[in-house]
């Protein structure tokens, strides 16, 4: 099973998130602020599919969820969605880490650490 994003159960995002992760000094938390700009859950003709409950990312071992989802308007039209996930243990984070490296293997993704 290939690693994929979704907002609307069975809808699949195409558009690639910009991703930014920070993680507490002791390991024990993280955040994950996922961007999409212009994602194709925006466009008129997916409004048909359903409303946004969530953020699904999904792989093989599941489903990691969230409900912290927001659209950004610029001149009243939507252009982008933020969605944060939130680690609250090591082991949350090693599972997220884990959908990441599939979702990056299956679009071509790449981590690079802040300079």
Sequence with gaps: ???????????????????????????????ATFRFKNPNILDKTTAKEGEITGMYLIDEEGILETR???????????????????????????????FMERYGETNGLVFSKAS
């Excluded at 009243?76 to 599972?95: L, N, Q, T, V």
């Design 68 to 98: 912290d989802v927001n659209a950004r308007f610029v001149n009243g039209k939507p252009e982008a969605i933020e969605s944060i996930y939130i680690m609250k243990s090591p082991e949350a984070w090693d599972r997220f880490m884990r």
């Design 1 to 31: 099973m290939e690693a994929k994003i979704q907002f609307i159960k069975g809808l699949d995002e195409k558009v690639l998130p910009d991703v930014r992760l920070t993680r507490s000094k002791d390991g024990s938390t993280g955040t």
